[in-house]
């Protein structure tokens, strides 16, 4: 038996979601007030304003107040992040239910939309004129190398994508800091993609999540009462390609939901292969979640899926010159030893994984402070790993020893 056995897709089965109270159904509980919003609200103020929805309001990571200014706080070993990741909100929060996910619609019987943590952090709600004011004073200088809007099913989820981003590039050259989209495709259609191109957007992301249309049924679809489809979420991936071109689509990929590395890699190359990119998590089992019981992904697992992607997507390897076990862990890399000694000094390949930004192709902006793990124990480095912090990571890389 080995001590680091692969999770299979039974054992990382989702709780079932319970029943909502009709009381607390669609933001009901919130709609109930009539209070107008008030500047930057904190998640757990308790403060319940029905009125602060999107466009006019949005979401943003905690990473990206302390950046912009908007909330104090210190960031463990970083002093900002390059990328301004924003969320559309309503009171009635995302009718999906996606069983990893903290903004997922069961939580809507003991916990307000605006209050609910998503990767692993708080996300104030911020009037959207404030946050382009902030930025468009000075773009040039903008710590910021890139702008996304997360999309989440709701069915005002397309227009209000399309007036925030039309909001920022009215004042900020999309040139300057480019805009990604990270999108929903479940209530979507090739001229949405289209619009958000036209409308200035650099690059297009699904956020897939799961690796086999397997894990994705029992993560995101019927298996815990979710809208999702596996097939809708490839289509729509396909029209973004077309449109947006090389380079400039791909797809979010978990890590450590049931799949083996095997299938993650054959996705990654599939990805590359049709000339997109894979921006991948490390599965963390989110509080209040479907998936809170859940073991996070090994360390080994993810190490080896970090430095296999990272050198099919920036390092022309196929997945094909790589070696799996039995179990469908990487064995090879399919490049010589010194050369994959190099790269793993480098540490790149153990950043945090997203749409690039101003340093390097392989450098993303979405640095996402940790999104997908404590700081106790970083699965995506949000800063360049140094010397003590790639030690680390030689020693979880290896393959573990089997104990008969
Ligand atoms: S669609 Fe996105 S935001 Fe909504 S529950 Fe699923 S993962 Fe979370």
């Given at each position: 038996?080995?001590?680091?056995?692969?999770?299979?897709?039974?054992?990382m089965e989702p709780r079932a979601p319970l029943k909502t109270p009709?009381?607390r159904k669609n933001g009901?509980?919130?709609?109930?007030?009539?209070?107008?919003?008030?500047?930057?609200?904190?998640?757990?103020?308790?403060?319940?304003?029905?009125?602060?929805?999107?466009?006019?309001?949005?979401?943003?990571?905690?990473?990206?107040?302390?950046?912009?200014?908007?909330?104090?706080?210190?960031?463990?070993?970083?002093?900002?992040?390059?990328?301004?990741?924003?969320l559309l909100?309503y009171?009635e929060g995302c009718r999906a239910n996606c069983a990893y996910c903290g903004l997922a619609r069961h939580r809507e019987a003991d916990r307000d939309y605006?209050?609910r943590n998503f990767i692993?952090?708080?996300?104030?709600?911020?009037?959207?004129?404030?946050?382009?004011?902030?930025?468009?004073?000075?773009?040039?200088?903008?710590?910021?190398?890139?702008?996304?809007?997360s999309m989440i099913t709701h069915p005002?989820s397309?227009?209000?994508?399309?007036?925030?981003?039309?909001?920022?590039?009215?004042?900020?050259?999309?040139?300057?800091?480019?805009?990604?989209?990270?999108?929903n495709p479940t209530t979507?259609?090739?001229?949405?993609?289209?619009?958000?191109?036209?409308?200035?957007?650099?690059?297009?992301?699904?956020a897939l999540d799961a690796?086999?249309?397997?894990v994705f049924d029992r993560t995101r679809g019927k298996g815990v009462q979710s809208p999702h489809k596996w097939?809708k979420y490839?289509?729509?991936?396909?029209?973004?390609?077309?449109?947006?071109?090389?380079?400039?689509?791909?797809?979010?990929?978990i890590?450590?939901m049931?799949?083996?590395?095997?299938?993650?890699?054959?996705?990654?190359?599939?990805?590359?292969?049709?000339?997109?990119?894979?921006?991948?998590?490390?599965f963390?089992p989110e509080q209040g979640s479907l998936m809170d019981h859940l073991?996070?992904?090994?360390?080994?697992?993810?190490?080896?899926?970090?430095?296999?992607?990272?050198?099919?997507?920036?390092?022309?390897?196929?997945?094909?010159?790589?070696?799996?076990?039995?179990?469908?862990?990487?064995?090879?890399?399919?490049?010589?030893?010194?050369?994959?000694?190099?790269?793993?000094?480098?540490?790149?390949?153990?950043?945090?994984?997203?749409?690039?930004?101003?340093?390097?192709?392989?450098?993303?902006?979405?640095?996402?402070?940790?999104?997908?793990?404590?700081?106790?124990?970083?699965?995506?480095?949000?800063?360049?790993?140094?010397?003590?912090?790639?030690?680390?990571?030689?020693?979880?890389?290896?393959?573990?020893?089997?104990?008969?």
């Amino acid at each position: 038996m080995s001590c680091f056995e692969h999770k299979s897709n039974v054992e990382m089965e989702p709780r079932a979601p319970l029943k909502t109270p009709a009381d607390r159904k669609n933001g009901k509980h919130v709609k109930a007030n009539d209070i107008p919003p008030q500047g930057v609200y904190l998640p757990n103020n308790n403060f319940m304003a029905p009125h602060m929805i999107s466009p006019e309001y949005v979401q943003l990571s905690n990473a990206a107040a302390i950046t912009l200014g908007i909330m104090g706080g210190r960031m463990y070993r970083t002093e900002c992040t390059r990328c301004l990741n924003l969320l559309l909100t309503y009171p009635e929060g995302c009718r999906a239910n996606c069983a990893y996910c903290g903004l997922a619609r069961h939580r809507e019987a003991d916990r307000d939309y605006a209050d609910r943590n998503f990767i692993r952090v708080d996300w104030p709600a911020v009037p959207m004129a404030e946050i382009v004011d902030i930025v468009a004073k000075d773009p040039d200088s903008s710590p910021f190398h890139r702008m996304c809007i997360s999309m989440i099913t709701h069915p005002r989820s397309e227009d209000d994508t399309f007036t925030v981003l039309r909001q920022w590039t009215d004042k900020i050259d999309p040139e300057v800091i480019p805009v990604s989209i990270l999108s929903n495709p479940t209530t979507m259609t090739r001229a949405d993609v289209q619009k958000t191109k036209d409308l200035g957007a650099d690059i297009f992301t699904v956020a897939l999540d799961a690796a086999t249309p397997e894990v994705f049924d029992r993560t995101r679809g019927k298996g815990v009462q979710s809208p999702h489809k596996w097939s809708k979420y490839w289509d729509i991936m396909l029209e973004a390609k077309d449109i947006f071109g090389p380079q400039k689509f791909g797809a979010h990929i978990i890590v450590g939901m049931g799949e083996t590395e095997s299938d993650v890699l054959h996705l990654v190359q599939e990805l590359v292969d049709l000339g997109g990119h894979s921006h991948m998590f490390c599965f963390f089992p989110e509080q209040g979640s479907l998936m809170d019981h859940l073991p996070a992904t090994p360390r080994d697992q993810w190490r080896r899926v970090q430095l296999a992607r990272y050198l099919i997507d920036y390092r022309d390897v196929r997945v094909e010159q790589m070696t799996f076990d039995e179990e469908g862990r990487v064995k090879t890399y399919g490049i010589p030893d010194a050369e994959l000694a190099d790269i793993i000094d480098a540490g790149i390949a153990f950043r945090t994984s997203g749409c690039p930004g101003k340093f390097q192709d392989d450098i993303s902006a979405c640095d996402r402070p940790y999104g997908d793990s404590p700081p106790s124990d970083i699965a995506s480095y949000p800063f360049q790993p140094g010397k003590k912090d790639l030690r680390k990571i030689r020693k979880q890389l290896d393959i573990p020893v089997r104990i008969e």
